[in-house]
C-alpha cells in the first residue's frame, strides 16, 4: 500500500472516530462561544489533544486532516503536524481559512510558534484585514513570548509599536489578541515587562476607546505582584 493510501485510511479512520465522539451537546456549546461551522462534528479539544498524541509529527496526515474540511479535523492539525516540515505558504494558506478565532488560536498556540517563520509572519499578518487573520498575528506572539524560552527578548521589542498600531482596531477578536499579546510580551521578563508597562499606560489614557481598554486590561495582568 502506498503512502497516500495509507494516509488516506487514516483520515477515514481519523473522521469516523471523531463522528463516534462527537454531540449535539459540544455543537451548541461551541456555538455559545462563537464557534460555528457547516462540517462540525461536536468533538471537544481534551479529545482532539489525545487522538492527537498517536499521530504526532505527521505533516502528511496534517496536510489530509485540513483538506477534509471538518472543523475538528483541522484543529487536530495543531497537534499533529510537524513545526519543521511547516512552511510559509502552509501557514499563510491555514491563516486565510481560520474563520473561527478557536481554530486561529489553536494554530498559533500549538504549532505555528515553534516554527522558524513565527516572527516573520507576526509582522505580515499584523497588516491583514480579516478579523481572524490579523488576530492571528497577536496570537502568534502571545504564543512565542510564552513558548520560546531560547528566543533573545530583543526580538520582542519591536512588536510593542506593533501591538501599539493595531490597538485602535475595536474588533472583539482583534481586541483581545492584541491585549494578549502586549500581556505576553510584558510578562516574558523583567526587562519587557517596563516597555510593556508603559505602552499599556499609554493606550490607558487614549481617546481611543479601543486602546483604552486594551491598556486597562493589560495593566491588571502586567501590574499585579
Not at 483538506?67 to 479535523?73: M, R
Not at 489553536?106 to 505580515?124: E, G, I, V
Request: proline letters at 3%.
Amino acid at each position: 500500500m502506498s503512502i497516500q493510501s495509507d494516509t488516506d485510511a487514516t483520515v477515514r479512520e481519523i473522521l469516523a472516530g471523531l463522528a463516534r465522539r462527537g454531540t449535539k451537546t459540544n455543537v451548541d456549546g461551541m456555538a455559545r462561544y462563537a464557534i460555528r461551522a457547516k462540517k462540525v462534528f461536536g468533538v471537544s479539544v481534551g479529545d482532539l489533544r489525545d487522538i492527537g498524541k498517536t499521530h504526532r509529527r505527521n505533516h502528511g496526515l496534517a496536510l489530509a486532516l485540513w483538506k477534509s474540511g471538518w472543523y475538528e479535523a483541522r484543529m487536530l492539525t495543531a497537534f499533529v503536524d510537524d513545526p519543521a516540515r511547516v512552511k510559509p505558504a502552509q501557514m499563510d494558506r491555514w491563516c486565510r481559512d481560520s474563520d473561527k478565532w478557536e481554530l486561529c488560536d489553536a494554530l498559533c498556540f500549538h504549532l505555528f510558534d515553534k516554527t522558524p517563520h513565527a516572527f516573520a509572519k507576526m509582522r505580515q499578518w499584523s497588516r491583514e484585514k480579516g478579523e481572524f487573520q490579523k488576530r492571528a498575528a497577536f496570537a502568534l506572539m502571545a504564543s512565542v513570548a510564552l513558548h520560546d524560552k531560547k528566543a533573545d527578548d530583543r526580538l520582542f521589542l519591536p512588536l510593542l509599536p506593533i501591538i501599539e498600531r493595531a490597538a485602535s482596531d475595536d474588533r472583539n477578536f482583534v481586541k483581545k489578541g492584541v491585549s494578549w499579546a502586549l500581556r505576553g510580551v510584558g510578562r516574558r521578563s523583567p526587562a519587557l515587562r517596563k516597555p510593556a508597562t508603559d505602552l499599556a499606560t499609554r493606550l490607558a489614557e487614549s481617546d481611543h476607546a479601543s486602546a483604552r481598554w486594551i491598556g486597562r486590561d493589560a495593566l491588571k495582568d502586567l501590574t499585579r505582584k
